[in-house]
Each structure stands twice: as structure tokens, then as C-alpha cells.
């Protein structure tokens, strides 16, 4: 089952809240926000629709609304792209009679178990296909753990006896999964490497006997940090209960705890990837690194932030954009970096432009995305950070002058990082990695018979281009010299013209650092399937850059 839109009115802290536009077949939908944005009121408007739908919670409808008044009534409203609307609007049901009690499935962030408890199975009684063990809100402890627990110990006797499968065969049907799970999200080799080696359930008054193995040293359950039994109970409580929930909206509240950011990504690619069923969306909150990393590339995941909305207007969010700039400050305030990088280089660069120079894999040094070449500019101007634009329609002279101004500004040699990425000499080296034949010579000459046709498109407008710079905008520089190169005054027309002189050129050097690759040229054969992403991975592209800040 998959969400296309939920609206929430008079309902936990929203007074109206619209999420709407997610595409078809989005497997995660990440929600980010800070502390106290309404994340969590997300999660019990699913538990409200699922006790619509069998489960029973046993909270009231007044807890669940905003205002008590009588005439205000509440809404909590799903459109899924399988089965249409459903939920209660203005306190009547909405039914698409497609949904079931297992259309739900949620745990809060109240997960973890310190040490084992039980010494005894059948201690409780709960119908686990039922999920009726689950805490009463979200905001609840959910104790579920030693439940799924048991679940899996009953199901291991069961096959024990009821099968002609080997002892070792029936165990590998748990440990298995488990432990290929592990080992891709902690990534350790065989000397640091977690592996499950036994699950025993509880007897004699002793509790299960769930070990673990780490290089030599072997250590029960209890033993395990913080972060590693985050991940196995995750795990565990998917094994237990995911035949229940085959049709089914997953939602989970912060699992990302005690984890960095390299574990964050692994463990999100791991459940959203391995874990969930095919027919199945996973909702989780987080302002983790590693998870809207994980979302941000993922063409099957969104993010909907909730940071900063006024619960008493109407509010209507959509995904956030995969080019957004300002996606990863939700996780790093821009004005911390500097702290927490004390080490390291770190370059403000334009837009999308982050993703190809750190690509590059430049030691000790992090890109971050701005706006555009003027916040860039201020960025560097107004702070201590270094900052990298591209060189547009700048002549040599206009570069040196900026550098001699703003030492922390660094501009390209070409017009963009487009005409780095579809460099001839780039180009070359890519198409010999992947041993398809490329003529440097025939691409210069098909790059110059492609400039001719559109410079005279391009030479008109260079003087006014030039006057949306921002260089030397200061006060400081009023009625100078500097200042007049970038308005409409005789210096620019004369700086102009030199750019126009290259472009008419037909030499190489001359016209392709001014050429606009970005927007022209680009039905040439040679452009064709060669990823940008790609041809960022190039030793040439990378030896341009490290000349470039070094």
C-alpha cells in the first residue's frame, strides 16, 4: 500500500495539515523536522486510521483532537494510489472497504531493551497477528521486543517438529538474514565482524541465551551497545511480524538512534531495500545525516520536513526537491560546520555542483551547497568559509581583480563545471575507461561548428549578464573602477567585448572557457549517455579541481 496524500484537521497539534504529491511506488517517506515539529502526530494519525480498521488503541476521540470544541470535528484522511480515500472526515467514516487492521504497523521511538527479562515462555498473552502487545500511543513505551522474541522461538519448535528440515537448516532460516543484515550495515570484516551465533529461549528461570560473536570474544545480548541492539530489535520485530504485513504502511519513529552517520545510510538502505515487502511503504522521522542522504538519492524515497510550520494555519507540504541546497542543513546548521570540520577544507559551491566535487574525492575537504553564485559570494565575503563560482562571462582581468579582493573566492577557468565534466580531455579519458572509441580532433571540430551556431545568440546580452555579478557591490567601491565593470558603464561594454572576441574565435583555448556548456552544445553524439556523475569520477576532472583550491 502506498500513500499519495494525508490530510489531518483538528487532529494532535495540526489544526490543518496537508501532505500530498507523493509518487507512486515511493518506498520511504522520510519526515524531518526539529524537536516538537509534529512528527510523531503523523504517525498516531496512522494508528487513529488503524483502529478504524480492527486494532483498537483504547484512546478516546478527544485525546486525538486539537480543539475540544464540539463544533470543530476531526479529520484524518489517507489517498492511496491502490485503493483511493479513507479515513473519518468531519466525524463520519470515509471506507474504500480495501483497508484491514494490518494495513498499519507501526513501533515508536520507545524501543529499546537494556537486558533481557523473561525466564519463561508464555509469561504473556498477546495474538501477535493481531499486534495487540502494541503501546497505547506513540508516545508510549513499546515493549514488544521479547514478544517477537518468543514469536520466532515458537516458530523455530513448530518447524522443529512439524518439518523433516535438519536443526542446522530451521536455525539458518533466522540467523542467516540477521547476520547478511549485519554485516552490511556495520560493514566490519571478519576481525571486528557481529555475528548472531545462538538464539535458545528462556528455561529453568534463566532468560534466552541470545549470543553474539565478535573477532574471538562471544557475549550475550545484553552485552551489546546501544546502537547494535537498536538494529537487532529491528530486525528481530520485522522477522517476527512481517507475514502479518504484506499490504501494509511501516512506520517507525527514530531508529537512527545511537548510530553515526556511515551506520544511519547502511541501516535505512538495508530495511527500506531487504526488509520491507515489495508491496510496502516505510514512514520514519529523523534529522539524521545519514538518512536524508540515503533519501535524497534514492529515486524511490521523499522527504517532507515539517520544521518550523505554524500548527494553527493551514499548512500543505509536498517532497522536498532532490536538488534542494538546503536539504542536509535540516541535519547541520550551515553555520556549524566550521566545528565540526575543524581539520578540513570546506568550499561553498553553487547548487548541484556539490554532488560532482565530492565525487572527485578531494582529501580534507567538504563541499557544501549554496543557492547560487551570489549566496556563494556573500557566504564568503561575510564569513570565514572559502567558496568556489563558476567563471561565467568573466575575462582574466575581472578574475584577477576578484581574487585580489576576495581572497577566499575561488572561480572556475571555465564558464561551469559543465565544461570541465565534457571536456575533450575528460571526455577521452572517461571513453577509454569504458573502451569506446572517442576522436578528441573530430569533437573540436564538431564542439566549434556548434558554438558558431548559437554565439550570436549569446554575444548580445553579455553586458547586461554582467551586471547581475555581484562583485565589488560594496559601498566601498561607489563611482570606482571596479565597481563600474559589472553595471552599465564603459567598462563593462569593454570587458564585454573581449568576451565576445573569444567567442567569435575559433581556437580552442580561447572560446571554450566562455562557452555556456551548461545550456549549449548539448546535442552533440559525444554528450550522449555519458553521465555527469560519471565523468566527475575522471582522474583528470579530479587533478582540476585539487589545482583549482590548492
Known amino acids: ?129 493481531n499486534d495487540d502487545d502494541r503501546p497505547r500511543s506513540f508516545i ?44 552490511r550495515i556495520f560493514n566490519k570484516e571478519n576481525g571486528t565482524r557481529l555475528t548472531l551465533t545462538a538464539i535458545i529461549p528462556p528455561f529453568e528461570g534463566k532468560v534466552a541465551e541470545i549470543t553474539f560473536k565478535k573477532g574471538n570474544s562471544a557475549f550475550h545480548y545484553n552485552y551489546l551497545s546501544a546502537g547494535e541492539k537498536e538494529v ?31 551506520l544511519q545510510y547502511n541501516l535505512i538502505k538495508e530495511i527500506v531495500e531487504n526488509w520491507i515487502p515489495p508491496k510496502c511503504q516505510f514512514w520514519t522521522a529523523s534529522h539524521s545525516l545519514g538518512f536524508i542522504e540515503y533519501a535524497n538519492k534514492s529515486s524511490e524515497a521523499v522527504i517532507i520536513d515539517l520544521d518550523n510550520l505554524d500548527f494553527d494555519k493551514p499548512q500543505v507540504l509536498v517532497p522536498l526537491s532532490k536538488d534542494n541546497p538546503d536539504v ?3 541535519a547541520v546548521s550551515k553555520d556549524m560546520l566550521g566545528s565540526l570540520f575543524q581539520h578540513m577544507q570546506i568550499f561553498f559551491v553553487e547548487n548541484m555542483d556539490r554532488a560532482y566535487y565530492a565525487t572527485a574525492g578531494i582529501e580534507n575537504t567538504v563541499f557544501v551547497s549554496e543557492n547560487n553564485r551570489n549566496g556563494v559570494f556573500h557566504k564568503v565575503r561575510t564569513t570565514d568559509f572559502k567558496g568556489i563560482v563558476d567563471r561565467d562571462f568573466l575575462t582574466d582581468e575581472d578574475i584577477r581583480l576578484i581574487k ?14 559543465e565544461n570541465y565534466l565534457y571536456h575533450p580531455d575528460n571526455l577521452q579519458e572517461y571513453y577509454a575507461g569504458i573502451k569506446e572509441d572517442f576522436s578528441k580532433e573530430n569533437y573540436i571540430s564538431d564542439l ?20 547581475e555579478y555581484p562583485y565589488f557591490g560594496e559601498p566601498t567601491f561607489n563611482g570606482k573602477s571596479l565597481q563600474n565593470r559589472f553595471k552599465n558603464k564603459g567598462e563593462n ?58
Open 404 to 417: 585580489e579582493n576576495y581572497p577566499g573566492l575561488f572561480i572556475l577557468d571555465y564558464y561551469s563545471i
Open 493 to 550: 561594454m569593454e570587458q564585454a567585448a573581449i568576451i565576445a572576441g573569444c567567442l567569435n574565435s575559433d581556437e580552442f583555448d580561447r572560446y571554450y572557457k566562455v562557452l555556456p556548456m551548461k545550456t549549449y552544445c548539448t546535442s552533440l553524439p559525444q554528450r550522449q549517455n555519458a553521465s555527469k556523475s560519471d565523468l566527475a569520477k575522471t582522474a583528470w576532472f579530479k587533478a582540476q579541481v585539487k589545482a583549482l583550491i590548492s
Open 328 to 330: 542536509y542543513e535540516i
Open 1 to 129: 500500500m502506498f500513500i499519495k496524500k494525508l490530510q489531518l484537521k483538528n487532529f494532535k497539534r495540526f489544526t490543518d495539515l496537508t501532505i500530498q504529491d507523493i509518487p507512486k511506488d515511493t518506498n520511504l517517506v522520510l519526515l524531518t523536522g526539529s524537536n516538537g515539529s509534529g512528527k510523531s502526530s503523523v504517525f498516531d494519525a496512522f494508528e487513529y486510521l488503524a483502529g478504524h480498521n480492527g486494532k483498537h488503541s483504547g484512546i478516546s476521540h478527544a485525546e486525538y483532537s486539537k480543539s475540544k470544541a464540539d463544533d470543530i470535528g476531526l479529520e484524518v484522511l489517507i489517498e492511496t494510489h491502490e485503493y483511493g480515500v479513507e479515513g473519518v472526515s468531519n466525524n463520519s467514516l470515509i471506507r474504500s472497504g480495501k483497508l484491514a487492521q494490518n494495513s498499519f504497523y507501526g513501533r515508536t521511538s520507545f524501543r529499546q531493551v537494556p537486558r533481557l527479562t523473561k525466564r519463561g515462555i508464555g509469561e504473556a498473552r498477546f495474538n501477535i497477528a
Open 140 to 183: 508510549d513505551r513499546d515493549e514488544r521486543f521479547e514478544n517477537d522474541l518468543e514469536h520466532i522461538f515458537a516458530r523455530l519448535l513448530r518447524d522443529f517438529f512439524n518439518t523433516n528440515e535438519e536443526r542446522s537448516e530451521i536455525k539458518e532460516k533466522i540467523i542467516n538474514p540477521i547476520n547478511e543484515a549485519l554485516f
Open 232 to 262: 537487532f530489535i529491528i530486525l528481530i520485530n520485522l522477522i517476527a511480524r512481517g507475514e502479518y504485513y504484506q499490504d501494509t504502511v511501516y512506520f517507525m519513529d527514530e531508529i537512527d538512534l545511537h548510530l553515526n552517520t556511515t
Open 448 to 467: 566549434t561548428k556548434a558554438k558558431n551556431a548559437c554565439k550570436d545568440g549569446i554575444i548580445p546580452s553579455l553586458s547586461l549578464k554582467r551586471t
